[in-house]
């Protein structure tokens, strides 16, 4: 069972981090550093969007319905980010519990 705990919190994880990596290049890519036309940097674009917008695009909508618009300011990442450590607190309370 331990190691259900430890596979889901390693993907929570992985998860976390490639979230932090969608918010760097898409601010990167807002401020001119980096050229998304450029075929390499937009496959990693691609990919991370592909992989976050699964759960961005939800959690923008209730934002929206909740908020109307906050500006163009995109908060949907850190309420995401927010949510994964919640998870992942709850996956290790639970494993401690179950020991």
């Given at each position: 069972?331990q190691?259900?705990f430890?596979?889901?919190?390693s993907?929570?994880?992985?998860?976390f981090w490639?979230?932090?990596?969608?918010?760097?290049l898409?601010?990167l890519?807002?401020f001119?550093?980096i050229?998304t036309?450029?075929?390499?940097v937009g496959?990693?674009?691609?990919?991370?969007?592909?992989?976050?917008?699964?759960v961005?695009?939800p959690i923008?909508?209730?934002?929206?319905r909740l908020?109307?618009?906050?500006?163009?300011?995109?908060?949907?990442?850190l309420i995401?980010?927010?949510l994964?450590?919640?998870?992942?607190?709850?996956?290790?309370?639970?494993?401690?519990?179950?020991?």
């Amino acid at each position: 069972m331990q190691s259900i705990f430890w596979l889901a919190d390693s993907l929570l994880s992985i998860y976390f981090w490639i979230l932090i990596l969608h918010v760097i290049l898409s601010w990167l890519a807002s401020f001119n550093v980096i050229n998304t036309r450029q075929p390499f940097v937009g496959q990693i674009g691609r990919f991370l969007w592909q992989v976050t917008e699964p759960v961005l695009a939800p959690i923008r909508q209730v934002l929206r319905r909740l908020f109307g618009n906050l500006g163009g300011i995109d908060v949907s990442p850190l309420i995401a980010l927010v949510l994964i450590g919640f998870a992942r607190r709850l996956l290790a309370e639970m494993a401690i519990s179950i020991r």
